[in-house]
């Protein structure tokens, strides 16, 4: 019976190596870096570049302590040691956890903005995010710690076990765990409460791989509010029984999950939704009264509506309405696309409508880059903005002067950058100069720049410090500001604008 067991173990292991074999691919992160530096920790080996000095301080204080934490909920020792590397040369924040290969983390050390804009310390929860995934699928038995050291760090069963919603649902309750994260913000959690208020709740299996419809990220926050319940509900001890479980191939999903909680999957997924608190309001803000149709301009739902996720980054001047469709790479002014840009970010009309800036994504660089563009919808020509490292590009007009308002970053350093737009022959060019760099402090980020058409100064911006939100109004070039803090504890704003008619 053991030769036999021993056998069937083996020829498994044969038919994962060829099926990861071919999947390898190097990443070159620190593509161009000059000087790479490494820091090591009790755990780690922090790879950075001189560029993530801060960076790297910071991880390297706080990462042991993280790996201690997440290793004490799941009632096991940290299992492995490994790399993280931290390269600012990707300007879109982002991170990723791969075994392939070896076990390694990947930051990329950009600013961090909308829907990851939930933590008060932005670099170390992008990391406990990330180290959350290489501990669940390292909780291996020794039979697979072995086959690992042999042939490579992802062979074992869990690349058939453990599906992108499954292992996001432990991800996300991680980040919760000190409060803080997506699942501690209502703005992540609508998707999950409107679809129990519509009737509209997905099975169990259908939120277990990569979304195909908008809202595209929703198996993350479905996955992380059942990950939360059950643990709540059971305890981290069955929970982290049931990771071990499916990462050493003892039971697939289903069956495991049996064993570990003492009930079948989609009875507590069905129970799940049942204890799920929504508010008691109508599934649909129509019927209220109090709005109205933005199509219909009545208590009418139109079927445009159903298109929503086409008109985005929308912003609105006294000559017309600006949005941008993502699906066709196009920026649209007053129903008509005007021109076609890949990856556009946002795009930002000035008050008088005369000035676009698009903010979009550079691929074709060997790094992502975040750069600018100007659009002139008098003499329909672009300009480009030198440089990169810029997020929510907005003109402002003051007293017939443009200015090119942006998050500037690199790293983790933030700041607002102000550049002069001159207009020359005529007005028919325009030449960009730098003109201010206003400097933040750590976790502080300034975004959502908005025209305020020559009100009190020129222009307003949402400011994070931490998790703490405030609106500042500021004058153009000026470091004098007038900042109003929010009515209300862990109020948070994702967006802002100005009504021209009322200021």
């Known amino acids: 019976m053991y030769k036999n067991q021993f056998l069937r173990r083996l020829v498994f292991v044969a038919v994962l190596f060829f099926v990861y074999f071919p999947l390898n691919a190097a990443q070159g992160v620190l593509w161009g870096a000059e000087d790479i530096r490494v820091v090591k920790t009790q755990w780690f080996d922090i790879i950075y570049p001189p560029e993530s000095e801060q960076s790297a301080a910071i991880l390297s204080e706080k990462a042991d302590d993280i790996y201690y934490e997440i290793a004490g909920l799941y009632g096991h020792e940290p299992q492995v040691r490994m790399p993280v590397v931290l390269s600012p040369y990707v300007e879109e924040c982002n991170a990723y956890f791969t075994n392939g290969p070896y076990n390694r983390i990947v930051i990329y050390d950009a600013a961090v903005i909308d829907d990851l804009a939930v933590f008060s310390e932005d670099l170390l929860s992008l990391f406990r ?24 760090d992802p062979v074992g069963p869990s690349l058939f076990t453990v599906s992108s919603g499954l292992a996001e649902g432990a991800t996300m309750t991680s980040e919760a765990s000190s409060g803080e994260g997506r699942l501690n913000s209502e703005f992540s959690m609508h998707i999950v409460k409107q679809a129990k208020l519509e009737k509209e709740f997905p099975e169990y299996d259908d939120v277990q791989g990569g979304s195909t419809v908008f809202p595209y990220g929703s198996f993350y926050y479905f996955n992380g509010a ?26 697939f999903p289903s069956g495991a999950f049996k064993k570990a909680f003492g009930i079948e999957l989609n009875k507590a997924w069905k129970q799940f939704e049942y204890d799920l608190y929504v508010p008691s309001i109508d599934d649909n803000p129509l019927n209220t009264g109090y709005v109205t149709d933005f199509f219909t301009g009545t208590d009418q739902f139109s079927s445009k509506n159903l298109a929503g996720p086409l008109y985005q980054s929308l912003s609105a001047s006294k000559e017309g309405t600006l949005w941008v469709e ?13 021109f076609s840009r890949l990856n556009v970010d946002t795009a930002k009309l000035s008050a008088d409508g005369r000035i676009i800036a698009v903010t979009y994504f550079d691929t074709k660089s060997p790094a992502v880059l975040r750069k600018v563009k100007l659009y002139d919808t008098q003499t329909k020509k672009t300009i480009n903005v030198e440089g990169s490292g810029y997020a929510d590009a907005t003109v402002i007009c003051k007293r017939n002067m443009y200015y090119l308002v942006s998050m500037g970053f690199s790293s983790s350093k933030k700041w607002i ?8 022959e005529n007005g028919k060019k325009i030449n960009v100069r730098n003109k201010q760099k206003i400097d933040m402090a750590l976790n502080t980020t300034p975004s959502y720049f908005v025209d305020l058409d020559n009100y009190k100064g020129g222009m307003a911006y949402v400011k994070k410090e931490g998790l703490n939100y405030s609106i500042v109004v500021t004058e153009v070039g000026k470091s004098e500001i007038q900042e109003y803090k929010l009515p209300y504890e862990k109020m948070v704003i994702r967006d802002l604008s100005l009504s021209v008619g009322s200021n």
């Open 129 to 152: 995010h990330e180290l959350t995934h290489a501990y669940t699928f390292n909780l291996k038995n020794g039979f697979w710690k072995f086959i690992g050291n042999v042939f490579g």
């Open 226 to 251: 059942f990950n939360q319940w059950l643990q709540k509900k059971y305890g981290y001890e069955k929970y982290s029984y049931w990771w071990y479980l499916l990462v050493n191939g003892a039971n």
């Open 326 to 338: 993502k699906k066709q790479n196009g920026v649209f002014y007053n129903g008509k696309k005007i």
């Open 417 to 424: 950058d102000v550049k002069e737009l001159e207009f020359t």
